[in-house]
């Protein structure tokens, strides 16, 4: 079993930023595909960024150039740096983790981006 607990989600104005972390209850070091999703009401869960085997990276048409995974292997954390936010960009975000033999979730954090 692995755990994942997302942070730093809350309410920002069009055009600020936010930085999401998701810590991991185990060594990611040996992890290729981990990545964050985000879901709205009604909508189906969709790909924001994600890792990939062989190191590549993954983003969405609609985040690119605006937001950056990154990792910390020695403290088994992913990041999501998202900057110039619109409100489209409201949802619940989730780190998942591919791996141990399963796929894993995280409980989720709220964006809220609004004036």
């Known amino acids: 079993q692995v755990q994942l607990v997302e942070s730093g989600g809350g309410l920002v104005q069009p055009g600020g930023s936010l930085r999401l972390s998701c810590a991991a209850s185990?060594?990611?070091?040996?992890?290729?595909?981990m990545g964050w999703y985000r879901q709205t009401p009604g909508i189906q869960r969709e790909l924001v960024a994600r890792?990939?085997?062989?190191?590549?990276?993954m983003y969405s048409e609609s985040v690119k150039g605006r937001f950056t995974i990154s990792r910390d292997n020695a403290k088994n954390t992913i990041y999501l740096q998202m900057n110039s936010l619109k409100p489209e960009d409201t949802a619940v975000y989730y780190c998942?983790?591919?791996?141990?033999?399963?796929?894993?979730w995280g409980q989720g954090t709220q964006v809220t981006v609004s004036s």
């Open positions: 998942n983790l591919l791996g141990f033999g399963s796929s894993y």
């Open positions: 185990k060594s990611i070091a040996s992890i290729s595909i």
């Open positions: 890792f990939n085997v062989g190191g590549s990276i």
